[in-house]
């Protein structure tokens, strides 16, 4: 059976407790869309983990953890999760999606120089290049992991890349240029460190399917930040709902059997954009203070959440 954990509202509505719950019952579990630039908090009897990337099945011997396809994989930020993971005395069986693609430096820094020019008019972004990742992988320049693994079409693509953004950097940012074989170097680095994980995960989760596994589908970020159905422009940048986990994770529509929706007594946001109601004030502070596991403080950023 394969079941769905959304987000009711902005995000940090207790996702990652819930999600920890049902990973107990689950064989796999898949995050399926966002990246790094959003958390789940899991506290359990191994301790208090504040994941970014690792799917929040991490916690279980038993339990096969996938990043998908549709995730923005940060390898650098998912190696250094995972070693976070095995000092607790965690080894979680971990297999990455061939066709998930790589989050750049270029896209954090490109992330970060859009905030800076848009001024008081800044998305709130958590700068992690979430946005240029996304534009990247929908203009058809993005690198999937796959593509770490030929380095001629790699060589040719960061060539094509390069001649875009630097016109950018340039001309818009006024920024430093990007390097072809500095971006190679960065790529062969990637490819090591990523190679023990790469899988072709669709195929495995279609026989997962027909040996009857328990499969949970983990998403990031709550359905208010949906890109189609949210509070647009101020949202996220891949699709936070239920449906795209069939997309995200590969797997077909008829098998999602159970949809979890997470809500909580009030609302918390991060960033900027539109909020049904809000508080402030002494008043917003005491709940801020008292929500949550650790207070309503975001686990990528840290900062205060809106309530």
């Known amino acids: ?26 064989d796999i579990v898949i995050r399926f869309q966002g990246g790094a630039n959003a958390g789940h908090t899991i506290i359990n009897e ?28 940060d390898i650098n930020k998912f190696i250094n999760e995972l070693e976070d993971v095995k000092k607790a005395g965690l080894n979680p069986k971990l297999l990455v999606s061939d066709r998930a693609q790589i989050l750049m430096p270029y896209h954090i820094l490109l992330d970060t120089y859009e905030e800076e020019r848009l001024g008081k008019n800044a998305f709130g972004s958590t700068k992690s290049g979430i946005a240029p990742f996304f534009s990247d ?7 999937q992991v796959n593509e770490l693994f030929d380095d001629e079409s790699l ?21 430093p240029l990007l390097n072809e074989d500095d971006l190679f170097n960065t790529c062969v680095e990637y490819r090591e460190k990523i190679k023990p994980y790469v899988c ?37 940048s891949s699709s936070t709902l239920a449906g795209y986990g069939c997309v995200g994770a590969g797997i077909p529509p008829h098998e999602v059997k159970d949809i979890v929706v997470v809500t909580k007594a009030y609302s918390s946001a991060v960033g900027a954009g539109e909020f049904v109601s809000e508080i402030f004030g002494d008043e917003a502070q005491e709940l801020r203070i008292h929500g949550g596991d650790k207070g309503e403080f975001g686990a990528t950023t840290g900062r205060p959440r809106r309530v």
């Not at 509202?9 to 999600?19: A, L, Q, V």
């Not at 040719?156 to 950097?169: R, S, Y």
């Open 155 to 175: 060589k040719a693509k960061l060539k094509n890349i390069c001649t875009l953004k630097n016109l950018i950097l340039e001309h818009v940012y006024h920024k």
């Open 200 to 236: 072709d995960t669709h195929k495995y989760i279609a026989q997962a399917l027909k040996d009857g596994k328990n499969i949970l589908l983990e998403g990031q970020l709550g359905t208010l930040k949906d890109p189609d159905f949210g509070i647009y422009p101020m949202v996220t």
């Open 46 to 73: 191994h301790g208090r983990f504040a994941l970014h990337l690792m799917p929040s099945g991490i916690c279980y011997n038993h339990t096969t953890c996938i990043i998908g396809n549709g995730v923005a994989l």
């Open 1 to 26: 059976m394969v079941r769905a954990i959304v987000g009711a509202n902005w995000g940090d509505e207790g996702k990652g407790k819930i999600t920890d719950v049902f990973a107990e019952k689950s």
């Open 137 to 143: 992988k929908y203009s058809k320049i993005g690198i």
